[in-house]
């Protein structure tokens, strides 16, 4: 087998640690000796064992290790964190050859660890499948290399482009515009997220949960902008199913996994910035309307979903407007789904 195809299945293997990773990067390892793979593994669960520790864990003739080639998906860690240095473990193993597909932007790894294996004699190759496993990590490299979370949009709008309908001022609850094909699809990409953010007005009309409820995972940290503190604590947001954080100009608090975080605007980059101090490597915006078009206009997206639903409104609340041409659309249930990409 080639090298690509041992860290094909790194990737694989990486895949399976999702977001219970976060935010350490999704990571996969296979040893291989003599032409056959003799043990694999991969990261977890955050503070749990790295990949490589379960890899050669999966080793049942320990006796195998010296001489053999380990494929990591990332670059082995070179520093004490919640784990020993994966890095000093290969090198105590004596593993002959380390094949890694791209380097840890993480400033406390970031060549550290090939330096360690190359001090130590271990032949190292680099740039297997790199863009894949970049790709695989986006958030992790997003937040280390532009130090801000990753920034995905998303929004529901109909067939001429509305988002709502013109609302009276006891009219409340959210106006559907997709099936539930796509609400479960929707759910499943919040399950992907360490956050959700939201604006006061889609908090106050639409009354959202911002769970997970129709797929399998765990519900992300909830945000809310809201800058004077119009948005009562009996809404859904402030249930005990997820932590909130709350955005506004009037106080810092704290009490029963509500976070009330005061700045000086409600910017997209201070923001961005405390999230990023939070250690929040991503977050999913939903809404509303000038919510959205504030972090477009801004240019601080990564990547937009938008679902177009069957239906019509005539008149209501606009949708954004990206400028962008869609990367590729499908059709989901009744409803179409476009994904734009921004170019860094």
Not at 153 to 177: H, P, S
Not at 314 to 319: F, H, R
Request: proline share 4%; aromatic share 8%; net charge positive.
């Amino acid at each position: 087998m080639r090298h690509e195809d041992y860290m094909h299945r790194c990737l694989d293997l990486a895949r399976l640690g999702g977001i219970a990773v976060a935010p350490n990067p999704m990571v996969g390892c296979v040893l291989v000796k003599n032409g056959k793979i003799i043990g694999e593994g991969y990261h977890q669960k955050f503070g749990a064992a790295h990949a490589e520790v379960n890899a050669i864990a999966a080793v049942q003739d320990a006796s195998l290790l010296e001489g053999a080639t380990a494929y990591v998906s990332l670059e082995p860690c070179a520093h004490f964190g919640k784990t020993p240095p994966c890095s000093n473990l290969l090198i105590e193993k004596k593993i002959a050859h380390v094949v890694i597909a791209t380097k840890d932007p993480n400033p406390k790894v970031a060549g550290k660890g090939i330096e360690r294996l190359q001090k130590a004699g271990i032949q190292v190759t680099l740039g297997i499948l790199e863009d894949a496993a970049r790709q695989l990590n986006k958030r992790f490299f997003s937040f280390h290399e532009k130090q801000r979370p990753y920034v995905t949009l998303k929004w529901a709008q109909t067939k001429d482009g509305f988002l709502d309908k013109i609302r009276g001022v006891d009219e409340k609850g959210i106006n559907w515009i997709t099936g539930e094909e796509a609400r479960a699809l929707v759910h499943h990409w919040r399950s992907q997220e360490m956050s959700i953010l939201v604006g006061k007005h889609t908090a106050l009309n639409d009354n959202p949960s911002l769970t997970v409820r129709d797929v399998a995972g765990q519900n992300p940290i909830r945000i809310l902008i809201d800058s004077q503190l119009q948005v009562k604590n009996d809404l859904s947001l402030f249930s005990e199913a997820a932590p909130t954080l709350i955005f506004n100009r009037i106080k810092n608090d704290q009490t029963d996994g509500v976070e009330w975080i005061k700045i000086k605007e409600t910017s997209t980059k201070l923001i961005l910035e405390e999230l990023y101090k939070r250690g929040i490597h991503s977050v999913m915006v939903e809404g509303g309307s000038r919510t959205l078009q504030y972090f477009i206009i801004d240019n601080v997206w990564d990547e937009a979903f938008v679902l177009v639903g069957d239906l019509k409104f005539e008149q209501g609340v606009k949708a954004p407007v990206l400028n962008k041409i869609p990367v590729k659309s499908h059709f989901f249930g009744t409803d179409q789904v476009f994904y734009f990409k921004r170019r860094s």
